[in-house]
Nanobody, 127 residues
Framework: QVQLVESAGGLVPPGGSLRLSCEAS????????MAWFRQPPGKEREFVAA????????NYAGAVKGRFTISRDNTKNTVHLQMNSLKPDDTAVYYC????????????????????WGQGTQVTVSS
């Protein structure tokens, strides 16, 4: 079993930045695909970004493309989400997810394919 722990969420003003981190433990080296999802208040969980272990290929949701950057440090079993130009609509609980599957890029956005999830970290964008 893989355990995922998110950190570094918080309250930021519109236009600000945050860098989220997700530390994996257990059989983390088997997690070929890692991703970030988010769940805004009153809405369903939605895809944000994903990254492959081997070639670090990425996939981003259209709403965050150009503002968010996902990265991973395979030696530390850690994935990050750099969030810039934050908007109030970015307010959500952000979840780290991991999967053993090594999907094609277009398939990395499907939340049903991820078997490991963190507990989430709150990001609030407000003045």
């Amino acid at each position: 079993q893989v355990q995922l722990v998110e950190s570094a969420g918080g309250l930021v003003p519109p236009g600000g930045s945050l860098r989220l981190s997700c530390e994996a433990s257990g059989r983390a080296s088997n997690m070929n695909t890692m991703a970030w999802f988010r769940q805004p208040p009153g809405k369903e969980r939605e895809f944000v970004a994903a990254i492959r272990r081997g070639d670090r290929a990425t996939n981003y949701a259209g709403a965050v493309k150009g503002r968010f950057t996902i990265s991973r440090d395979n030696t530390k079993n850690t994935v990050h989400l750099q969030m810039n130009s934050l908007k109030p609509d970015d307010t959500a609980v952000y979840y780290c997810a991991a999967a053993t599957a090594n999907w094609i890029i277009s398939a990395m956005s499907r939340k049903e394919g991820y078997e490991s999830w963190g507990q989430g970290t709150q990001v609030t964008v407000s003045s």
